[in-house]
DNA sequence: TTATATGTAACTACGATGGTTTCACTTGTT
DNA sequence: AACAAGTGAAACCATCGTAGTTACATATAA
């Protein structure tokens, strides 16, 4: 099974303000995404108590970027909004009486931290600029 | 979120299989594992098709490991189990009217491709001979 | 022949996720 | 002052995957 899609959200959703120079309303994000407002205010608020956007209330308010878009990593985005680790463990304790048993959950979360650490050490290679940059080439190559 | 614990349990599995020199039956991997035959068969039964154990019906019957420990590492174990890509991506397609929402699926599954590969990297470096020698390395270090 | 296994189907319970509606509150604009 | 355009947050619902469980047909060693 796969991560929660909010990760590809959170990314689409800082991409979307990295390219806009002013505070985008949910209900436009919203637009974007394909979803509605309210889903995407609930991830921008996560958002912003990671400190990755700040938000304006009232007429012409709307979420931004709280910092550069080259200092924000996917990593930081990962880390913000997927709270547990990718690889999940055994759902009870095994059982104690049997050396595998005893031994594993502390084997398996050795390995296990490991591997997210190397993902998400790929992931903090890339930022949001990067990510916007790399759309726009996108579209460029779309277009001719 | 995390992935099942289908993994977890199948280097469970395997490592315990690893420590036998005979078929094992489902009801003695359950006891170790803490949950109930049939469960432990229908993740077997994933194993031997992706040829990493073999099971015998009937009495003295049960599973072993279809190849040498040292020769099965966690990525094959992670891929026989674990089908989906770890990390999501947004459940209905955006809005392809938008520039970022047209472009930011390819580039999304560009970067979660290449972060999955890191992982898998990692845990290919691990073998179940590898899992068993620290479950053994545990045992002796908590005995003393 | 009998005890011990696997393989598999069917069903339940539970939790996470995505989606939706609603309402109180804030703020720029006229 | 009134209004329009926003956020923030709570309360739901539907759906899906997972884990857990029971039951039974089948295979096989002793």
């Known amino acids: ?19 806009a120079d002013e505070p985008l309303p949910s209900s436009l994000i919203a637009g974007s995404v394909g979803t509605n407002p309210a889903l995407i205010r609930r991830l921008i608020g996560v958002l912003a108590q990671a400190g990755l ?5 009232g007429a012409a308010g709307g979420a931004s970027l709280a910092r550069a878009a080259n200092t924000i990593t996917l990593r930081d985005v990962f880390r913000a909004v997927e709270s547990d680790s990718v690889i999940g463990l055994h759902a009870g304790a095994p059982n104690p009486a049997c050396m595998v048993g005893r031994e594993i959950t502390g084997a398996l979360t050795r390995i296990t931290d490991r591997a997210q650490a190397a993902m998400e050490e790929n992931l ?13 080439r996108s579209a460029r190559a779309r277009r001719r």
């Open 1 to 19: 099974m796969s991560t929660s899609s909010r990760f590809a959200v959170a990314v689409h959703i800082l991409t979307l303000l990295a390219s």
């Open 53 to 57: 956007v700040c938000t304006a209330m």
């Open 124 to 136: 903090a290679q890339t930022t949001i600029a990067g990510m916007l940059a790399d759309v726009e």
